[in-house]
């Protein structure tokens, strides 16, 4: 990546996305009576059960709960940073998975969760999907960020 514009562009979309993540995890983690247990309720598509299932059992609803509000801090602290960028980038590529997957946008999928906009397909969360996979071909945190300083680093030694 020699263009700075374009380093510019991709550092700042992998922050931007950093941000997203880190503040949905901060406000969920600030609201003591949150729980992922309505949003995996009203799931639906061809993996409801399972998603259904992680919110039937008590504590497999807090293991839930706990790794989604700290998975999105550690995610959006790590591209924020540019720490350990591909590794946050695989973790948010997943767990947005899942967000898409809970509830798919398909003709005929209704949803008791208020939803905004009207999507076939292509949704907010997928397009976000999509950014990061985008921004895993490109080493971001090399550029700027705390991973160009540990792996400068650990070239040296």
Do not use: C
Not at 28 to 55: M, T, V
Not at 56 to 79: E, H, Q, R
């Amino acid at each position: 990546m020699k263009n700075k514009s374009q380093i510019f562009w991709l550092v700042t979309l992998r922050v931007v996305i950093g941000w997203h993540f880190l503040y949905e995890g901060v406000v969920k983690l600030a609201n003591p009576n949150w729980s992922s247990a309505g949003y995996l309720l009203d799931s639906a598509g061809f993996l409801k059960e399972f998603f259904y299932w992680l919110a039937s059992d008590p504590a497999m609803l807090n293991t839930v709960d706990f790794m989604n509000v700290w998975g999105l801090i550690a995610i959006g602290l790590g591209l924020i940073l540019g720490l350990l960028t591909k590794p946050a980038l695989w973790a948010g590529i997943i767990l947005l998975a899942f967000y898409y997957l809970s509830h798919p946008p398909l003709v005929g999928i209704s949803y008791g969760l208020p939803m905004e906009g009207s999507y076939l397909l292509v949704n907010k969360t997928l397009i976000e999907l999509i950014a990061m996979i985008v921004l895993m071909y490109f080493p971001t945190g090399m550029a700027i960020g705390i991973d160009s300083l540990i792996f400068k680093r650990a070239k040296k030694i």
